[in-house]
């Protein structure tokens, strides 16, 4: 399985600030040339990225082609089906898998009721 191409994913947020230029701030062409592989990446990216994402963009970008397999399934409460009802398999390059995780808002979910 390919890894994700972090440039091939950021032309689609380039296409939508192309036609909605009204969106634009005063970092986005820089975050989107360091997405889109123009740029290298800077401490004022980093920095944006830390505040947003809680990682620099190397991490992000590790994160990113982080490799998952989702194993969907069906799930009712009370006779309510649950959407996004999943289990997630991770794993590193040249790895075994490293973590299996459900999504938070499934386990938000099961603590309300």
């Known amino acids: 399985m390919p890894v994700a191409n ?3 994913v950021a032309q689609d947020v380039a296409y939508e600030y192309a036609n909605n230029p009204g969106l634009l701030r005063p970092q986005t062409t820089n975050m989107l040339n360091v997405l889109l592989g123009f740029s290298p990446t800077t401490p004022a990216i980093d920095a944006a990225l830390q505040v ?7 991490q992000y970008l590790a994160g990113i082609q982080r490799r998952e397999t989702q194993f969907p399934f069906l799930q009712a ?3 309510v089906p649950i959407e996004h009802t999943m289990l997630i398999a991770s794993r590193w390059e040249g ?3 490293t973590s299996v995780w459900v999504p938070s808002s499934i386990v938000t979910v099961f603590q309300t009721l």
Not at 52 to 58: D, F, K, N, S, V
């Open 95 to 97: 790895q075994g898998v």
């Open 52 to 58: 947003g994402e809680g990682m620099t963009y190397t």
């Open 77 to 79: 409460v009370a006779s």
């Open 6 to 8: 972090l440039p091939g």
